[in-house]
């Protein structure tokens, strides 16, 4: 639908269960250095549905980095560096609420971070001041609408809101800690939303979080959270995720 403005450039962050793109056509990989160090992994370019952007494994490929050893500050020094002007974070997540259901798609609006010891801002040195970006949105709403508008396009079924709340990792998490999360309001638990919304943000970048539903969250459902179940459910639920990224760059 090629949905975003002409103008723009187009990044896919890659994480659990997408560490490349199915019949994405590369014409190049970029190592770059940044003023933060390390990407997680070269920055793939090519062509998807038709579409010009720039994919990144945020967890590196292969899957290597675990959430809270990330760089998210050079990842997306780095894109900002290469022109990107949006990004669809694409995640694995579990699911809090009824309605978020493993291996179905949810396009948070809202979230709530619960890392620690992460470098979330650029803004803290005599080169880059402190600064205070404003936060109260923390996925772009366009840019959220386009990739709704996708779905509706792909006839893939989707959460069309929802709050994503942010865990440190790498390991999952207590049955009380989810009980604590739905009572502040989360419907979504992940470890890799946070600090990547809001570096993205504070580089003035377009971001919306594209999340794969898992697994249900502790508690949720009988029994112990296996990695087959996982691995199960991200390979259906990546499966519409990418015909819904299809609809979304694809021109019409």
Not at 63 to 79: D, E, M, R, S, T
Request: with cysteine; proline share 6%.
């Amino acid at each position: 639908m090629n949905s975003v403005s002409s103008a723009s450039k187009i990044a896919i962050i890659g994480g659990t269960g997408l560490t490349q793109l199915a019949d994405f056509k590369i014409t190049q990989q970029k190592v770059l250095k940044t003023p933060y160090g390390a990407p997680s992994a070269p920055f793939t370019i090519g062509e998807f549905a038709q579409q010009e952007l720039i994919f990144l494994a945020r967890h590196g490929n292969p899957h290597v980095l675990p959430p809270h050893k990330i760089n998210y500050q050079a990842n997306i020094w780095g894109l900002k560096q290469l022109g990107v002007t949006a990004i669809i974070a694409v995640a694995a997540v579990g699911g809090i609420t009824a309605e978020m259901v493993p291996a179905q798609l949810a396009i948070p609006d809202q979230l709530i971070d619960y890392t620690h010891d992460r470098r979330h801002t650029f803004f803290e040195s005599e080169e880059y001041p402190v600064t205070h970006i404003d936060f109260t949105f923390p996925y772009h709403p366009e840019l959220r609408q386009q990739l709704i508008a996708a779905a509706a396009l792909a006839e893939v079924q989707i959460n069309r809101v929802g709050t994503y709340g942010c865990t440190q990792g790498p390991r999952l998490e207590t049955i009380a800690e989810i009980k604590r999360m739905e009572q502040d309001g989360c419907d979504l638990v992940g470890m890799t939303g946070m600090p990547e919304a809001a570096l993205a943000k504070e580089l003035g970048i377009h971001y919306a979080s594209l999340s794969v539903i898992a697994n249900w969250a502790a508690g949720k459902a009988e029994g112990e959270i296996t990695m087959i179940e996982i691995e199960q459910n991200l390979h259906l639920g990546m499966a519409k995720a990418m015909q819904l990224l299809r609809a979304f760059l694809m021109p019409h």
